[in-house]
């Protein structure tokens, strides 16, 4: 493979700067921890005007804490941030590019919509609040909703204001801690179409989330933090394809968990444990793959097979591999 997404690390950043445009957000060797436990190892990022940047891993591997620092919400025990070339410790002024919509929804629910943006602009003093507050609220959907109070909004419309709240200084970085969680299939599309729109207008989008098909389907790039550093980096695509290549997943779901013996024939016949104890996964070549065979085969181990599923591996896939493997003793 040739393609920078699947280059190593510094291979990949080298064929992306060949355009010229150097990263609007570069994370350099960042070492992190808390209450003793470390968090970052010596983990870059680079972030380049008009994508949306994936950022992917489970709990607590550091997703929301990478974001406070480059937002200046939290300071890193080491290594260096840079906003547009400039250290924001030296240059805290360079914080102003910064556009941050946290995870918990942080709005006055008693207020409206319009109260709201207007609140929060006063506060960051944003020229000419009225004229910019009318033209987010068409560019959010959220115009039709200006005078509802925020209480009595549904999940999906309260992510767009804050959402909206986080644009109020139009800035060139828009930071995004799980944009779409807990909220409808709607509203994510409408969130969805938002960040592209974003990004088409040159914006540069950092988006943590655990949607992987959210991430396969909206992100330029995905990076995925294992071990304290973003391990797997690149198109999602590309990824995926590297990793998997033109094989196919299969999925045994089973009817109860394997004992011993059937562990050993399920690892004998290819399969390793998936996402449960009573699903296990392997990758087959199309013309290889022969399900009547494969159940016929388990069913003769004592294995109660309820289904098995095949069908193209995805990010979701990928990401699976990458965090068993981090979990492997």
Not at 250 to 273: C, N, T
Not at 275 to 283: A, D
């Amino acid at each position: 493979m040739t393609d920078a997404a699947t280059m190593t690390k510094p291979e990949a950043r080298k064929a992306l700067d060949g355009n010229g445009a150097a990263p609007v957000v570069r994370v350099r060797n960042a070492v992190h921890a808390f209450k003793g436990r470390g968090v970052f190892s010596g983990l870059d990022l680079d972030l380049f005007k008009g994508e949306i940047y994936g950022l992917l891993g489970p709990n607590g591997v550091g997703k929301t804490t990478l974001m406070k620092a480059i937002s200046g919400r939290v300071r890193l025990n080491g290594g260096e941030i840079l906003i547009e070339g400039a250290d924001i410790l030296r240059e805290p002024s360079r914080l102003s590019a910064i556009g941050f919509a946290p995870q918990e929804i942080s709005l006055y629910h008693h207020l409206t919509v319009k109260e709201n943006l207007q609140v929060f602009a006063g506060a960051a003093g944003v020229p000419q609040a009225a004229d910019l507050i009318r033209i987010l609220m068409d560019e959010t959907g959220l115009a039709a909703r200006a005078d509802q109070i925020c209480a009595t909004l549904s999940g999906g419309y309260q992510r767009r204001v804050n959402i909206c709240v986080a644009l109020l200084k139009r800035p060139r970085v828009l930071l995004l801690d799980e944009p779409t969680v807990g909220i409808d299939i709607d509203a994510r599309e409408a969130i969805h179409r938002l960040l592209d729109d974003l990004r088409r207008k040159g914006a540069a989008i950092l988006v943590s989330t655990h949607d992987l098909d959210q991430a396969q389907r909206l992100c330029s790039r995905v990076g995925l933090v294992q071990n304290g550093r973003i391990g797997l980096e690149g198109r999602p695509e590309a990824l995926v394809r590297e990793a998997f290549g033109d094989r196919l997943e299969v999925v045994a779901e089973l009817r109860a968990p394997a004992d011993a013996p059937q562990r050993a024939a399920l690892e004998a016949d290819g399969f390793a444990p998936h996402v449960s104890e009573t699903q296990w996964v392997r990758y087959d070549a199309a013309d290889a793959v022969d399900v009547a065979d494969l159940q016929r085969r388990l069913s003769h181990s004592g294995l109660r097979v309820r289904e098995i599923r095949v069908r193209e591996p995805d990010l979701s896939s990928l990401f699976l591999r990458g965090t068993q493997q981090e979990t492997a003793p």
